[in-house]
């Protein structure tokens, strides 16, 4: 079974940069594609950014697109989020998440089976 754990939340102001870190329990995490995500209170949690199991092929969100990148180390067990000229609309719980999967990108909340507890991100005006 994997466990996700995230890092690297915090506060940042309108423009600034942070990056994320998910950090994988066991080796299986290295096979499988992988995911972030993003939940604002009151709202319905949405697809950030995925990456598949070698790194090569990421997706993003239209809303992020050009200003994050997902990127991965298999050999740390560890996928990031580096996160540039962010927006107080930005502002939410990041989840880390691994499917099942071994080849391809999911985009999709319910085709991932392992989740993190998540990292909040402030961005302020």
């Known amino acids: 079974q994997v466990q996700l754990v995230e890092s690297g939340g915090g506060l940042v102001q309108t423009g600034g940069s942070l990056t994320l870190s998910c950090a994988a329990s066991?080796?299986?995490?290295?096979?499988?594609?992988m995911g972030w995500f993003r939940q604002a209170p009151g709202k319905e949690r949405e697809f950030v950014a995925a990456i598949n199991w070698s790194g090569a092929t990421t997706r993003y969100a239209d809303s992020v697109k050009g200003r994050f990148t997902i990127s991965r180390d298999s050999a740390k067990n560890t996928v990031y989020l580096l996160m540039n000229s962010l927006r107080p609309e930005d502002t939410a719980v990041y989840y880390c998440?691994?499917?099942?999967?071994?080849?391809?990108?999911?985009?999709?909340?319910?085709?991932?089976?392992?989740w993190g507890q998540g990292t909040q991100v402030t961005v302020s005006s």
């Open positions: 998440a691994s499917t099942t999967k071994t080849y391809g990108v999911m985009l999709r909340a319910d085709g991932y089976v392992y």
């Open positions: 066991d080796r299986t995490f290295s096979s499988y594609g």
